[in-house]
């Protein structure tokens, strides 16, 4: 992994095996208590594109990353702006999973002259979280990470995903998962979510009760430019569980 210090945290990003200024940039965040490690299955269909350049980063506090997480969307968004101008990113085909769908719209929103294209995956407009879920986080967070390998993946997905998932949401301090359950709560633009133009993918799975399919709905009947996917058989971690299907599903989007 490639790292950068940005404001005394030092963070971490996988890159792709080639970079040029000429090309467009794929950059892809991960939801909220996950890493970069989301994308795993997309790396050997990525990572060594000629055409297109790869940037896939540890959010602060996730994953390698140092740093203290952040507390809303909005300064996550901070974050990544200050990380696409550091790396000096252009025509970027910003592309997220739940919370890091979250901080794609909300950037594209702010800066649409630098996006090309959007990838949403598992996003709403609003990101409402259970009071319970938020409880639970907060107070009994191994019992939060072990419940939430069964909500959030199908039923019929591999073990070691779920496996792998709550190991990987083990990882991160339970004050930065719990700080962006609370940022994905407060998350809302419904009323704003229409005045992205940019070419959009939205994915959404049957089996997904975090982000479930009206949410996609929404998305594809406020942004007018886009495309509407829905994954059968996955929960909320559709470009893992099914990852043959949504990677077809990419690769056609992006021209690859």
Known sequence: MAEITISDEKIYY??????????????????????????????????GLKTHNLIIPDLPGHGSSEGHGRRTVEEYTDFITVLIERLNL????????????????????RRPENVSACVLTGAGARLKVAPKSLETAKNSYKLFCEAASERMIAEGSAQKIKD??????????????????????EFDIMEEVSRITVPTLILSATEDILTPVKYGEYLHSAIRNSDFHIIPGSGHFMMQEQYGQFNRILSEFLDL
């Not at 095996?17 to 991960?30: A, Q, V, Y």
């Not at 794609?104 to 929103?109: D, I, K, N, S, V």
């Not at 190991?167 to 994905?184: F, K, T």
């Open 90 to 109: 252009s025509n970027l085909i910003i592309t997220g999973h739940s919370m890091g769908a979250a901080i794609a719209m909300l950037y594209t929103l």
């Open 14 to 47: 996988i890159n792709g095996e080639s970079f040029d200024t000429g090309n467009p940039t794929i950059l892809m965040l991960h939801g909220a208590g996950q890493s970069s490690g989301t994308w795993k299955y997309q790396l050997a269909l990525l990572s």
């Open 164 to 185: 792998d998932f709550k190991a990987g949401m083990l990882s991160i301090r339970h004050e930065v998962c719990y700080n962006d359950l609370l940022a994905c709560d």
